[in-house]
Structures are given as structure tokens and as C-alpha cells.
């Protein structure tokens, strides 16, 4: 089975920068198509950035030109660089994963940005 471990929430600064990463296990990685989504409070679900087998980004407008996915097949890892931090985009963070049409979610972890 896939099974995803996210690390790097926490508390920012508005205009700080966030790094997420999350590794991938019991699975060809370098097959997974991966992406970031986030939920705040009475919202939906959505995503924020993906990536494909082939490394090909796509992003959220409100996420472009402050946010970059990356995967690193070595280290069966994918990231989500956060820059230029807003309060709208305080949420909690799943890493996913589909693999043979199927969605695998992470724990999901909370970041906040608020002075």
C-alpha cells in the first residue's frame, strides 16, 4: 500500500517562507502522479499544486509565482516550497498521491500564518 508521512507545518509570519515535504513508501514512485491540497475552516478541499510521473508542475492561481512543487525520485519525496506567506493561506496541508487511479492522503498538517 502507499502510505505518505508529511513533516514541516507550523506558525509563519505573513510574507515568511514554509517548506513541506513528504515522503512515499510501498510504491513505484517515480509512477505517482503527487500534488499538495489544502482545507481551511468551512471550506473545501482543494489543490494547490501538483505534479506528474514526469515532473511537470501545475499550481492554484493563488498559488503562482509564490508557491513550488518538486519531486525527488532518489528520495521518493515530494516538496512544496511556500513563499511570500498570506493569511488565506492558512490551512491544513495533505500531501497525495494517486497511483492505478487511486488516492492515498497523508496525515494532513496545520499551517498558520498570522503575526
Known amino acids: 500500500q502507499v502510505q505518505l508521512l508529511e513533516s514541516g507545518g507550523g506558525l509563519v509570519l505573513p510574507g515568511g517562507s514554509l517548506r513541506r515535504s513528504c515522503a512515499v513508501s510501498?510504491?513505484?514512485?517515480?509512477?505517482?502522479?503527487l500534488g499538495w491540497h489544502r482545507q481551511a475552516p468551512g471550506k473545501q478541499r482543494e489543490l494547490v499544486a501538483g505534479i506528474d510521473r514526469y515532473g511537470s508542475p501545475n499550481y492554484q492561481p493563488s498559488a503562482t509565482g509564490r508557491f513550488t512543487i518538486s519531486r525527488d525520485n532518489a528520495t521518493r519525496t515530494v516538496d512544496l516550497q511556500m513563499n511570500a506567506l498570506k493569511p488565506e493561506d492558512t490551512a491544513v496541508y495533505y500531501c497525495?498521491?494517486?497511483?492505478?487511479?487511486?488516492?492515498?492522503w497523508g496525515q494532513g498538517t496545520q499551517v498558520t500564518v498570522s503575526s
Open positions: 497525495c498521491a494517486i497511483q492505478n487511479g487511486r488516492q492515498y
Open positions: 510501498g510504491s513505484m514512485f517515480s509512477s505517482l502522479s
